[in-house]
């Protein structure tokens, strides 16, 4: 698969009892910072952490070698309905706030294109509800820092010569740093681990309920299963065509791994930390 298709992965490693993974979350942090809490509640013992740098992380972790200089610069879109990245730029002591579309083609554009993309970047005077990333660039001091809720996909290690003198911080997913810098200029939204748990135990049950097209492609799974165990038994060899039916496996949790969960954002409601 390429990194362009991989809206999310995990890794399960066993020796190190580490869980490194990645999704969207619906550009949610609130609905992340909910996941995250539960994963913790539910993989007890384990190393819960997040692949900001995306598919090239886990392939790293695997064993792997990963292509950390990702794609070539291009141009932040700014302006549009789905630009979700808070940029913020302090100039001479001022401070401007735009929307762009990537927290990452901004590090990758580097300095020497910053002033063309801030004279064209419409300006905000109050930040939306909900952002995915935020990038933070003070001219003044020449420092900057960028957190995310998704992945930069190696960004911050391949900047190169994109910002001589510069010095950057990568923060995560704390959009607090952002919002410490700019106090008083503007809000920077905060996620709300209440309002994530509700959505998650939501979501949750939603996909437990198994549609007839599900329960379908399960039956077709389980046939093809026991087709391909009688042939290998018999000592001849079989092929599966694959597409998206054997792709896609629905998952069939248990009552007990059901009520873990439930358990686990019940706790969480209750009792955060």
Known sequence: MGEL????????????????????????QS?????????????????????????QQIKAAAGHAADLAGTGPRDPQAGKSWCDVLVTVIHRGQTRAHLVDSAEAVIRSGARSLDDHRSAWPAITSCPGKV?????????????????????RGALRSM?????????????DRSAEQAR???????VPEPDLAEGLRGLAAEFDKHQDVDSATEAASLLLAFTDLLLAGARASGHE????????????????????????????????????
């Not at 298709?5 to 949610?28: Q, T, V």
């Not at 597409?243 to 955060?272: C, Q, W, Y």
Request: proline share 3%; charged share 20%.
């Open 5 to 28: 298709d991989c809206e999310g992965a995990c890794l399960i490693d066993h020796d190190e009892r580490r869980l490194l993974l990645f999704c969207h979350c619906g550009a949610d």
């Open 31 to 55: 609905y992340r910072l909910a996941a995250l809490a539960t994963l913790a509640r539910t993989w007890p013992g384990w190393r819960v952490e997040w692949a900001y740098d995306g598919f």
């Open 132 to 152: 995915v990333a935020g990038v933070h660039l003070d001219l003044d001091e020449q420092s900057a820092g960028v957190w995310t809720t998704s992945t930069l």
């Open 160 to 172: 190169g010569q994109g910002w001589p003198g510069w010095h950057w911080s990568d923060w995560q």
């Open 181 to 187: 810098r700019v106090a008083g200029a503007l809000t």
């Open 238 to 273: 079989a092929h599966v065509h694959k597409d998206n039916a054997f792709t896609h496996r629905p998952m069939d949790l248990t009552g007990e791994e059901k009520a873990l969960v439930h358990t686990a954002i019940a706790g969480l409601m209750t009792s955060p930390r």
